[in-house]
């Protein structure tokens, strides 16, 4: 199992790329990518701790997870959503390192995991579940849009090892197709698969996966780049490049919640965290009112002022962090 300091660039972003590039002086496809390569590469060697990288079995598959901190703390693991991966939460490891045995995962056909043949949402919540299987112990699930679905999918037996939920503006009610085609997910789905396959077809280098990234036009208003940290970026162009595109048949479509039951109650301490419903958030209007039905001992919290990746924009990643450390102090004990 591998450790050490290059290695956590390499893991996320390929080296070679990186690296090959910046040897040869070949000139970046536009301004301002040096700079987020740099500041990304600067940050993570000036606050450097171990992690180890390791390898999860799942039905054939070979999923990629990274650990941080001491064993014997309280574990909580971190699930990404679609086209993501476990770098969306290095701030989150890095912050809660000291304190607990933190996990991140790669989905199936994201990040450094194996592509497979299906990409539902129980597919997914197989994947959550044999990275419990491996931590063997109780462990709080924390999980960002599909990862929270995949996660809140354990949460309905629950898995022996799943301590709690908190989840972050999961699509969570989805089976119903207007719903569906009105979240701030599903808008966005379109732009991004249009431009995945372009890219895959003229064999796009990462520079112009990273430069579409920061041009992104968001809910917020202006490019993503305006609201989003360089490593954010770095983070969301890989996953972008990284990712099969064979997951966006069943994530363009309500076929990928067709066996997740919005109505089936929790069986876990659970917390949802909102995204505002005006900003392209997965939970809609109303909807946290089929929640509560569903879930009468959850807290709901609502961001104002918030878009989906309410953990990776600059504005609201102070809020969602004050929201999951009263989460973790209450139920980590």
């Known amino acids: ?28 496809c536009a301004p301002g990518l040096t700079a987020i390569r740099s500041a990304f590469k600067n ?27 001491p064993e014997g703390a309280p574990d909580i693991l971190f699930l990404h959503g679609i086209a993501g991966s476990r770098d969306t939460w290095e701030e989150a490891a890095r912050r809660y390192e000291d304190r607990f045995h933190v996990w991140t995962l790669d989905f199936r056909g994201h990040g450094h995991s194996d592509r497979a043949g299906s990409y539902f949402v129980e597919d997914y919540a ?37 301590k709690a939920l908190f989840l972050e503006d999961p699509p969570y009610f989805m089976d119903d197709r207007d719903d569906f085609e009105n979240s701030g997910p599903a808008k966005a789905f ?15 280098a990462f520079d112009r996966y990273l430069e579409w990234t920061r041009t992104m036009p968001t809910a917020l208003g202006g490019p993503r ?53 005006a900003l392209g958030a997965a939970i809609l209007a109303g909807h946290e009112k089929r929640f509560v ?31 999951l450390d009263g989460f973790l102090q209450t139920h980590a004990g």
Request: glycine share 6%; charged share 25%.
């Open 1 to 28: 199992m591998p450790r050490g300091g290059k290695s956590l660039f390499k893991r996320h972003f390929g080296a070679p790329w990186f690296y090959s590039q910046e040897k040869s002086k070949r000139a970046y």
């Open 43 to 69: 940050r993570m060697l000036l606050r450097w701790k171990p992690m180890t990288d390791i390898t999860v079995k799942n039905d054939g598959l070979d999923l990629t997870a990274s650990v941080y901190g």
């Open 126 to 162: 197989s994947d959550a579940a044999a990275m419990l299987d491996f931590i063997r112990r109780p462990t709080i699930v924390a999980g960002h849009s599909l990862g929270a679905v995949a996660a809140a999918y354990l949460g309905h037996e629950p898995h022996r090892f799943l």
């Open 190 to 204: 379109a732009a991004i698969h249009a431009f995945l396959e372009e890219a895959k077809l003229t064999g796009a």
């Open 225 to 277: 780049s305006d609201h989003t940290s360089p490593r954010h970026l770095l983070s969301a162009a890989s996953g972008y490049m990284r990712q099969d595109p064979a997951c966006w048949e069943a994530a363009r479509s309500t076929a990928q919640f067709e066996s997740f039951d919005p109505s089936k109650p929790l069986k876990v301490p659970t917390f949802l965290l909102r995204a505002d419903p």
């Open 293 to 323: 039905a569903a879930n009468p001992g959850a807290r709901i919290v609502l961001v104002e002022g918030a878009s989906h990746r309410i953990h990776a924009t600059r504005a609201s990643e102070p809020r969602f962090f004050e929201e």
